[in-house]
């Protein structure tokens, strides 16, 4: 399991207390701090100390989601790279539902439902046009790809980031293999 955050420590603090709680727990959980400023670094340093399974790794300065992404892909060990956003819970089942897909040789991706903390949420496109119940769309918070996925069609475009946009376009690369 990989998250990638960027200053909101209080948020990034639920997210590894619900991945903390799956059962099974992941067999490694890598954190990219990506250049935070407010007390991150610490925290993640302090907790990778006391819990063997955790992987930190540190941007020096914010690079941006996608760049965090990329990094936790490259030192991934495990051949499924699930994600989740540091503003995300997950839910007790999470991850065994969101793998099982891949017990089929040819799966190369899976994702699973998004549900919006706040009432009345409207994200960036494809939410704006999507209410992805179902889920229509992948999303970058609740999605898992088989690391050969990314030796044939390449890591994520950080150009797309300014759009909120990295894992749609992500998508359509997978389309085509």
Known sequence: ????????????????????ALAP????LII??????DGTRQYLDRLSKTNPGIRVFHHEKNLGLSAGR????????????AF??????????????LTAPFINPEVVAAYG???YRTQNYKG???ERLDSNVGPAWPMGAN??????AFRKIGLFDSKFFRYNNEDSEMAFRLAKI
């Open 84 to 97: 989740t956003d540091d503003d995300c819970g997950v839910d007790s089942y999470w991850l065994r539902e």
């Open 1 to 20: 399991v990989a998250i990638s955050t960027y200053n909101r420590l209080s948020y990034l603090r639920d997210c590894i207390a619900s991945l903390l």
């Open 32 to 37: 990219v701090n990506d250049g935070s400023t």
């Open 70 to 81: 990329n990094t936790a892909i490259k030192r991934a060990r495990g051949e499924i790279i």
């Open 124 to 126: 960036y496109f494809p």
């Open 113 to 115: 439902q998004v549900f």
């Open 25 to 28: 727990r992941p067999d490694e």
């Open 143 to 148: 999605i898992a790809y088989r690391r050969s």
